[in-house]
Structures are given as C-alpha cells and as structure tokens.
C-alpha cells in the first residue's frame, strides 16, 4: 500500500470495471479501489437463480482482469466474498464488524466503521491497539450532502482522528465520504438541464490531513456512483430513466440529465447525444484532460447511441483521473 494515493469506493458493475482500465496503468498503480456488490440476493422469487449465478461468475472474471489488489466489502452474497477472498490473495476483505475479523488468519483486512455513530460505541483506539497492523481503517462518513450528517459525522471523524494521532497509530487509516447528489436529488433536476453540485471531499479531507500530518490518511470517495437508480421488478417494463451524464471538476460535480427514453426520439435522446452535446459546454475540461475526457469526445463522435453503461464508463474514468492529478497537485 505505499504507493497508494486514492481509495475508491466503486460499484462491482461493468461500466466501472471497464472505467478503471481505462486509466493509464501507471495511474492505476496509484489506485486501490474498493468494490461494493449491487448483484441481488436470492430472497425475491422474481430472481432467476441462474442469472445471479451468471453475474457471479462475471463479477469474479472482472475483479481479477484488474490484475492487482482489490478490496471487497461483506454486504451481499457474504459466503460468495469469503470465497473470494480464501481463494485469491489479492483480494482484500472488508468487514463492517470489528468482531467478524478473524485475527488468526493471515493478510491484510480493511474494518469499515460508519460514521455517525455515538463514539462510545466503538472503541476505535482499544481496537487498534490490540490487533495487528495488517488491519486498515476505514472511517466512512458516508454521504455528507446533508449539513446535519456533515456536521455529526465531521465531529466525530475528528475526535476519533485525534485520539489516534496521540497514540501515534501507524495503521493506515482511509478517510471516505460523499457529497455526490442523492437520487431523488437528481430526480428533481428538469430534463435536458446542467446542474452543477458542490463537491466537499476533497476540502475536508486536506483539513483532516493538515491537522493530523502524523497519521498515514489515504483520500477516498464513492466516485461518480455512490447512488444508482432502482426500479422495483414489478416495473421493469414500463419505467423509463433518463442518462445522466456525471463529470466531475476540481470543486463540483455536474449532473447532464436527459430525457426519458422513447423509441420514436431515441436518436435525440441518446447516450452519444449528451456527450456531444457536453463537450461543447464550458464543463468540459477539454480531450488531453484525461482518458476520460478523451473517450467522451470519441463518443460523442462515433455512430453509437450507447447508454448509461456507457456514460458511467467514461464518468468513472474521468474523475479518477481528476482526483489522482488533485491529490499529486497538493500531497
């Protein structure tokens, strides 16, 4: 983990698998991505058990075209990640239980604690003194779009932080949050509109690292997909989404939304055709930026519709690439 620079919190999907490779490789190197599993559980009897096991199967192949060392959170299909994690060295557990860790086995563990909580809860120091340092924290204050959250979880992060630099813990500690805007933010956001959101991580992660310079702080984020559209199954078939182009700047991120998808106008409403019409706004930091950037331009130029796979591809590969540049520019 010494080269690490960044940590991001991403969903196990194609469209951020793709996204990540799609960074330099030299980049990548600098990158240590978490995945959180969206593949539902077998609970609903609409489910087909096959396709689930097919997704499984995919999932696993995409992890380790990564070629490096990942993270996996316990969440979903808990049984399928110790599979995961007993087979392949390079995969990396996340537990959000300090009580589901099982010291006595060998490797690297990442022990999630969400914040806010009531910091008695959770002796984070005690924990710490007394397991190995293998163990990486990840203090996760979650999404912070919300001031009261913000505010809660901020305060505590701090006092957990400063307790930790007076015991001079050399645990590698990731500092993750999100201020990317909530989906019933987005959804109400007219159509064929450009709205641009504030983007608090990074400032608050530059505060925590100049008060506490002591501590080894990695930056981490939920990227361009802390929240995804869910539609119930009973509606699959009649919910139209509109694509949502996400770009993120030094300071914000911007939201393109589209409209809602018709067959007779899907050539208006295209993926391909937000891209085209982004690049030509003064959002768009131009196509030598970054990869991501590049490929948009190549998308928008291309005889594709594309979708919203598509979108979140050059979305997630744009913005780890904004971020490393940030994080190289001021650490």
């Known amino acids: 983990m010494e080269k690490i620079k960044y940590v991001p919190i991403l969903k196990a999907n194609r469209g951020e698998f793709n996204g990540f490779l799609d960074v330099e490789l030299e980049e990548q190197k600098k990158i240590f991505p978490i995945f959180e599993i969206t593949i539902p559980e077998l609970k609903n009897e609409k489910i087909n058990k096959e396709s689930i096991e097919k997704k499984l199967e995919a999932l696993e192949k995409n992890l380790l075209k990564l070629n490096k060392k990942v993270a996996v959170t316990f969440g979903n299909h808990e049984n399928y990640v110790k599979e995961l994690v007993n087979k392949y060295e390079q995969i990396i557990p996340v537990y959000n239980n300090v009580h589901d860790i099982d010291m006595s086995e060998p490797g690297e563990?990442?022990?999630?604690?969400?914040?806010?909580?009531?910091?008695?809860?959770?002796?984070?120091?005690?924990?710490?003194?007394?397991?190995?340092?293998?163990i990486i924290l990840n203090l996760d204050l979650d999404d912070i779009t919300n001031e009261n959250n913000l505010r809660n979880s901020y305060f505590e992060a701090k006092n957990i932080l400063k307790e930790l630099s007076q015991k001079n813990i050399k645990n590698i500690i990731i500092l993750s949050m999100s201020s990317f805007p909530?989906?019933?933010?987005?959804?109400?956001?007219?159509?064929?509109?450009?709205?641009?959101?504030?983007?608090?991580e990074f400032k608050i992660f530059k505060n925590f690292k100049k008060e506490f310079s002591n501590l080894n702080l990695i930056y981490s984020d939920y990227a361009v997909t802390k929240y995804i559209d869910i539609i119930p199954f009973d509606r699959l078939n009649m919910t139209k989404i509109p694509e949502?182009?996400?770009?993120?700047?030094?300071?914000s991120y911007v939201i393109f939304k589209g409209e809602n998808k018709k067959d007779e106008i899907r050539e208006k409403t295209s993926a391909r055709r937000l891209a085209e019409e982004f690049i030509e706004t003064k959002y768009?930091?131009?196509?030598?930026?970054?990869?991501?950037?590049?490929?948009?331009?190549?998308?928008?130029?291309?005889?594709?519709?594309?979708?919203?796979e598509k979108l979140i591809r050059i979305g997630t590969t744009h913005h780890l690439e904004l971020i490393l540049k940030q994080l190289s520019q001021d650490f």
């Open 244 to 251: 949502k182009l996400k770009y993120t700047l030094e300071n």
């Open 284 to 308: 768009f930091k131009g196509e030598k930026f970054s990869n991501g950037s590049k490929n948009m331009v190549q998308f928008a130029k291309s005889s594709t519709n594309g979708n919203a």
């Open 109 to 134: 563990k990442i022990l999630r604690i969400r914040l806010p909580l009531m910091y008695d809860e959770v002796n984070v120091v005690g924990i710490l003194n007394n397991i190995s340092n293998e």
């Open 182 to 200: 909530r989906t019933d933010d987005i959804s109400k956001q007219e159509m064929k509109s450009i709205i641009e959101y504030e983007r608090k």
